[in-house]
């Protein structure tokens, strides 16, 4: 059974480790960073344990990159602590980088060079095997070895881009938007290849747009929402103990509580209350047993992208403002 604390962020699991992954490969602790005006992160606390694929979900602008990027000590943050591989971030980030490889959305690489040139410059950073494997994984992805990069289509440019972060066999594989513009055979692939790491002991930190590719490899994922973390949980747990519960009321001015269990969204329009709860107990309907007003209430089994979307659709401050105003004024209307 794995245990979760929802509110830390943190995973942890008595279920036997895979070979070689006892220890934790991400421990991050109140990590804040601020951009001027913008608070990009928000207090963010999660532990990733060896061995996981560990899927960072999150929209647009919601702080994936930005903590990617204190990860791999690229940016300092303002407060908490973040170690990587029993590293810090900020004081040990060269011996970090020396064990991780790392594919942002965007690589950066010298577009003069072929891919045959850029995987010799590379090789000479990491040990006497840099160069096989290399090799064999630009002839796997069929990228043609003496065209320059900047001849490259965007497809063949994220292969170079994977088979350099690949090469090295890095412990911590952190990989943002990876599979963008790869053909779906190579795309499926590449997942799957992610799973025989987790399985050998490495750990993959996966942050990507295309919630169904991540369905399929994750082990745990995390829900990044306005730089919060909104949800961390193994995702067979999440799948089988999160519903989306829809009351309809007979009047939008009446309150309606919520059933028990832990809610991760509310969301208010007209007549309908939608709740995205984990946890919810199997006798749930009896919470609206006595409610006046509640004209019905449905269940529905979300998936992995409806748990995403309901999550990152609601809008906390402005539901918790509607909240309070329907519970004043009901409470006003029977004074």
Known sequence: MAEIDADAGVYQSDAPERKGSLGTAIDVKAVTKRFRNTLALDQIDVSVPKGKV??????????????????????????????????????????????????SDSPAMYEWMSASEIG????????????????????????????????????????????????????????????????????????????????????VLLSSHQINEVERVADVVAILHAGKLRLVQPLDTLKHHTRIVTATLDDAHVYCKPPRGDVLSETISGRQRRWVINGLPDDWRYDFGDEGGVRSVDEVVPSLEEIFIAVCASKPHETDRAVSFIRDHQLGATR
């Open 54 to 103: 560990f899927a960072l979900l999150g929209e647009n602008g919601a702080g994936k990159t930005t903590l990617i990027r204190i990860l791999t000590g690229y940016l300092r943050p303002d407060s908490g602590i973040a170690r990587v591989l029993d590293h810090d971030c900020v004081a040990q980030s060269e011996s970090i980088r020396r064990r991780i490889g790392y594919v």
């Open 120 to 203: 010799w410059f590379t090789s000479a950073f990491y040990d006497d095997a840099f160069p096989r494997r290399y090799s064999e994984l630009i002839n796997e992805f069929e990228v043609p070895v003496g065209t320059k990069l900047s001849a490259l289509s965007k497809g063949q440019r994220a292969k170079v881009a994977l088979a350099l972060a690949i090469a090295h066999d890095p412990e911590l594989l952190i990989l943002d938007e990876p599979t963008s513009g790869l053909d779906p055979m190579v795309r499926r692939q590449f997942l799957e290849s992610m799973v025989d790491r987790a399985a050998a002991g490495r750990t």
